[in-house]
């Protein structure tokens, strides 16, 4: 369970507002911010968009990056990112100044590493925990394995191996996996089956099908044929 890597990111005053002035920083490959917190006013800033897009990339949804304004160095936890859901450049980003040593509450992924018994099947019932961990210490996932996990095994939120100084806030009840039997493809097809009747679906013949019936039905009128003769 990697700690997020801290980066310094070379931070510009904005002072231009709206949707006009953010187009513009972001047609300059830059990106709109605002950094809240520690007693201080919002300050509401630009980033240059390369550098800023790597760090939340290799740091995860809890980036904490140093950010140099005008020659002061603020550490910032990222809170928010607001990214276009079709290109995907960064739109706004929104980070709250914290402090070495400060406490603070985040939510954390679990990844899954290892293969259960073939006949099991894993459900994630929960992808995140949140936690409160130091800043500079905030881990960027949490790893548990299922390697040869077999069916009706259970884990919960108590069961999973945190950094030390993190404590988990969520109940300890909590489920995040669930391994059940892997239906099979006949039990497949019958649970489609029964959920097509349901709704009132009816199947088309395939050709197979229209084939067989017709083969069928040139046999019945054979036997038909040769009880007539044999009368």
Not at 4 to 23: D, H, L, P, S
Not at 76 to 102: M, N, S, W, Y
Not at 116 to 145: G, R
Request: charged fraction near 30%; hydrophobic fraction near 35%.
């Amino acid at each position: 369970m990697p700690e997020n890597k801290t980066e310094t990111i070379k931070a510009e005053t904005r002072t231009e507002f709206g949707k006009g002035a953010a187009r513009r920083i972001r047609r300059d490959e830059k990106v709109p911010a605002v950094v809240y917190g520690a007693g201080n006013a919002p300050s509401h800033l630009t980033l240059p968009g390369h550098d800023v897009m790597m760090a939340i990339k290799n740091g995860g949804s809890n980036a904490l990056l140093y950010l140099d304004i005008e020659g002061k160095e603020v550490l910032a936890l990222t809170k928010q990112v607001q990214a276009d859901p079709i290109k995907g450049f960064l739109e706004h980003i929104d980070f709250v100044e914290v402090k070495r040593g400060q406490k603070v509450t985040v939510d954390v992924p679990v990844h899954l590493t290892g293969e259960a018994k073939p006949d099991a099947l894993v459900v994630t019932e929960n992808t995140t925990i949140s936690l409160e961990a130091e800043a500079t210490h905030i881990p960027e996932y949490i790893e548990l394995s299922i390697e040869g996990a077999e069916v009706g095994t259970l884990v919960q939120a108590s069961e999973l191996v945190l950094p030390e100084g993190a404590t988990l806030l969520d109940d300890d009840e909590m489920l995040i996996v669930n391994v059940t039997h892997a239906p099979t493809a006949e039990e497949l097809e019958e649970e489609l089956e029964e959920a097509e009747a349901e709704a009132g679906i009816e199947r088309e013949e395939s050709d197979e099908d229209a084939e067989g019936d017709d083969a069928a039905a040139e046999g019945d009128s054979d036997s038909d044929s040769e009880d007539s003769d044999e009368e």
